[in-house]
C-alpha cells in the first residue's frame, strides 16, 4: 500500500492521481466541518471545494514538517476566514435551515449529541429532534466561536493549536471555548456533563 507521504511525494511532482488518493482520504472531514460551520449544503460544498484547491495550488510548498492533516486543518481554517470575510462585506439576515437528511448524516459522527436522549425515546424520532436542536444551539455561537469549538471538539485541535491557526493567543481559545459551552449548555438544558467531541486536550 502507497504510504500517505508517498503520495505526496507524487502529487508535488503533478501526480493528479496521488493528489485525488489524498483527499479521497479526508474529503468527509472536511466536508462535515464545513457544512457545520456554515450550515448550508451548498455553501459547505463551495467551501469544501475552495479547501482543495487551495490545497492543491500549495502543495508543493509541503516541508513534511508536520503530518498532512495539520497542514490541511491550516488550509481550511484559513479559507473558512476568509469565508466569514467575505459574508461580512455581503451578510444578509436570511436565516437558513439545513437538509435533514444531511443532519441525520452528521449526527452519526456528532457526539456532542450522544447522551442526551430519553432512553425510551424511538431512534429515528430522536436522531430528528437531537439534529434540530445541536444545530440550532451551535447557530447560536458566533461564528469565529462556532470555528473555534468545532477546532477543538470535532478536529481535536489543543487551544494553543487553534491560536496558532488564528493568529491569537491560547488564552483567547479558551476564553471562547469556555463561553460556547456556557451558550450550549444553556441553549441544549444539559447540566455540567456536556458531551463533548474529540477534544481531550488542553
Known amino acids: 500500500m502507497t504510504s500517505e507521504n508517498e503520495l505526496i511525494r507524487r502529487a508535488q511532482g503533478g501526480d493528479l492521481d496521488a493528489f485525488c488518493r489524498l483527499a479521497r482520504e479526508h474529503e468527509r472531514r472536511v466536508y462535515a466541518l464545513a457544512l457545520h460551520y456554515c450550515r448550508r449544503p451548498e455553501d459547505?460544498?463551495?467551501?469544501?471545494?475552495?479547501?482543495?484547491?487551495k490545497a492543491f495550488r500549495s502543495l508543493k510548498g509541503f516541508r513534511f514538517e508536520s503530518s498532512f492533516l495539520t497542514w490541511l486543518r491550516r488550509i481550511m481554517v484559513n479559507a473558512f476566514l476568509n469565508h466569514r470575510r467575505a459574508q461580512e462585506v455581503t451578510r444578509d439576515?436570511?436565516?437558513t435551515r439545513v437538509g435533514l437528511d444531511s443532519l441525520e448524516e452528521l449526527l452519526e459522527e456528532q457526539t456532542l449529541a450522544r447522551g442526551l436522549a430519553d432512553e425510551g425515546a424511538e431512534d429515528g424520532y430522536h436522531r430528528k429532534l437531537m439534529a434540530g436542536r445541536v444545530m440550532r444551539a451551535l447557530g447560536e455561537l458566533t461564528e469565529q466561536q462556532r470555528l473555534i469549538f468545532l477546532l477543538k471538539h470535532?478536529?481535536?485541535?489543543?487551544?494553543?493549536?487553534?491560536?496558532?491557526?488564528?493568529?491569537?493567543?491560547?488564552?483567547?481559545?479558551?476564553?471562547?471555548?469556555?463561553?460556547?459551552?456556557?451558550?450550549?449548555?444553556?441553549?441544549?438544558?444539559?447540566?455540567?456533563?456536556?458531551?463533548?467531541?474529540a477534544g481531550g486536550k488542553s
Request: hydrophobic share 35%.
Open 154 to 197: 470535532r478536529e481535536g485541535m489543543t487551544s494553543q493549536e487553534i491560536a496558532e491557526s488564528l493568529n491569537c493567543s491560547a488564552g483567547t481559545v479558551k476564553k471562547s471555548l469556555f463561553r460556547s459551552i456556557e451558550k450550549l449548555r444553556a441553549s441544549l438544558g444539559v447540566g455540567e456533563e456536556l458531551p463533548l467531541g
Open 93 to 95: 439576515k436570511v436565516k
Open 44 to 53: 459547505a460544498e463551495d467551501l469544501s471545494q475552495e479547501v482543495w484547491l
